[in-house]
């Protein structure tokens, strides 16, 4: 095990490359079951969750080979393997296997799924639309166990917005019998992707990105070749840096309409941003101002940019308010940038930061993926050195960060922890 070091009060400038999208490249991959031949897809992002994915690919009978940035995987002698326990239990993706499999050998059996804990994450309403498509769905020792003698089209309204229940529904749904419609849909730019993706398969869908998809099952699908799009939050992350403590900083490789609530919001703090097809340039303005945020399901201020922007609201003159509407446990950075001098409060599901502060470097705990990227951003703005643990998370979306926040000329290393150390990060 490792543990990150940052020392702050560096300024970043230069160019940062974003990869491709962790929460597209979770459902792309399980979606290659439903082929019959090779799929071919690139710019894959180089994240423990990629590689776990990969594992369970081939533990079902799958070939997958990495080369130059693109996975290739046969999915031809896949099998209906149960995958009950062991990796499929790291991420919570895992439970795109349930739509995926059923999709293609009309049963599964997959163990309940992990990933960060961020309070209650219910898969309700994906077994929700598997029993409209037909399947029965039980839940046996920890497993959920998915039988169909055929699955057949029908109408589905999600009674919550779920990016997770809409890719897998729509992974199932491209295999039935007839017509689906999925009303109440999520719109997340990485659901396009995966509908990108089947459509090349040969699936029929319609209506990916709107609340209103329709689907017209097919008897087969085949392989083909993917690029992923680039990853948003990953994008949002190094704008966030670059806001806190850049000097001027190229965020390459990104769709600026899939950050338009995040720089709306940089912009009312008073960062420049110039916009380009594919990058952004950032250039903060001191002092910055407070402002409040909400998330909201897309395309309003996503969740997974929340706990970097606290951070960065340390630094603004006045009050902030954060509002999640969407996960209640997804405070637990704030305990951790306490420790670092921030002075926030927590009401409920309701965030209140005092600022400006000027932080102080502290020994602080990533409790989760986002969590990870809200301290070392706190960490590049403080006084000192910060040093984090619990790298685990940070590196199951984060590829090479590293690197390239070397590459902006942030002062951060890794260094082995000693087992003393390892022994009471893991009694904590």
């Given at each position: 095990m490792q543990k990150l070091f940052v020392e702050g009060g560096t300024k970043l400038k230069g160019r940062v490359h974003i990869g491709g999208a962790k929460n597209s490249a979770v459902a792309l991959l399980p979606a290659t079951i439903l082929a019959d031949s090779e799929v071919v897809i690139e710019g894959l992002p180089s994240i423990s969750d990629v590689e776990t994915l990969s594992a369970l690919l081939e533990e079902i009978g799958g070939t997958v080979k990495r080369e130059d940035g693109k996975?290739?995987?046969?999915?031809?002698?896949?099998?209906?393997?149960?995958?009950?326990?062991?990796?499929?239990?790291?991420?919570?993706?895992?439970?795109?296997?349930?739509?995926?499999?059923?999709?293609?050998?009309?049963?599964?059996?997959?163990?309940?799924?992990?990933?960060?804990?961020?309070?209650?994450?219910?898969?309700?309403?994906?077994?929700?639309?598997?029993?409209?498509?037909?399947?029965?769905?039980?839940?046996?020792?920890?497993?959920?166990?998915?039988?169909?003698?055929e699955l057949k089209g029908a109408r589905i309204y999600l009674d919550v917005v779920s990016v997770g229940a809409t890719i897998n529904i729509m992974l199932a749904a491209v295999r039935a019998t007839g017509k689906t419609v999925i009303e109440n849909a999520a719109r997340e730019p990485e659901i396009i992707d995966v509908a990108t993706l089947l459509t090349s398969m040969g699936a029929k869908i319609k209506g990916a990105g709107t609340d209103v998809i329709r689907i017209e099952g097919v008897d087969q699908l085949s392989g083909c070749?993917?690029?992923?799009?680039?990853?948003?939050?990953?994008?949002?992350?190094?704008?966030?840096?670059?806001?806190?403590?850049?000097?001027?900083?190229?965020?390459?490789?990104?769709?600026?309409?899939?950050?338009?609530?995040?720089?709306?919001?940089?912009?009312?703090?008073?960062?420049?941003?110039?916009?380009?097809?594919?990058?952004?340039?950032?250039?903060?303005?001191?002092?910055?101002?407070?402002?409040?945020?909400?998330?909201?399901?897309?395309p309003g201020f996503p969740t997974d940019l929340q706990q970097p922007f606290t951070s960065l609201l340390t630094k603004a003159e006045g009050t902030a308010i954060v509002t999640d509407t969407i996960y209640s446990a997804r405070f637990k950075h704030i305990d951790e940038?306490?420790?670092?001098?921030?002075?926030?409060?927590?009401?409920?599901?309701?965030?209140?930061?005092?600022?400006?502060?000027?932080?102080?470097?502290?020994?602080?705990?990533a409790t989760d993926l986002r969590a990870g990227a809200a301290l070392i951003i706190a960490g590049l703005m403080a006084e000192g050195v910060t040093e984090i643990t619990g790298l685990e998370h940070i590196d199951r979306g984060y590829e090479q960060l590293t690197r390239k926040l070397s590459s902006l000329g942030a002062k951060i290393w890794r260094e082995d922890m000693t087992r003393e150390e390892i022994e009471q990060f893991q009694n904590t």
């Open positions: 996975i290739s995987i046969d999915p031809s002698q896949m099998t209906s393997m149960p995958l009950p326990n062991g990796k499929v239990k790291m991420l919570r993706a895992s439970y795109y296997f349930m739509g995926a499999m059923l999709g293609r050998f009309k049963k599964a059996v997959i163990g309940l799924p992990g990933g960060c804990h961020l309070g209650p994450r219910p898969i309700d309403q994906h077994i929700k639309g598997f029993e409209a498509l037909g399947a029965e769905v039980t839940n046996e020792q920890g497993a959920i166990y998915l039988r169909a003698d070749t993917h690029t992923i799009i680039p990853d948003r939050i990953e994008a949002g992350t190094y704008t966030i840096m670059a806001a806190a403590q850049g000097e001027e900083v190229v965020i390459d490789n990104v769709i600026p309409q899939h950050l338009e609530p995040l720089l709306a919001k940089l912009r009312e703090m008073g960062v420049e941003i110039e916009e380009g097809e594919e990058h952004l340039v950032i250039r903060p303005n001191v002092p910055l101002k407070a402002v409040d945020i909400k998330t909201l399901v897309h940038l306490r420790r670092m001098n921030a002075k926030i409060k927590v009401e409920g599901a309701t965030a209140v930061i005092q600022g400006p502060v000027q932080l102080e470097g502290a020994k602080v705990r």
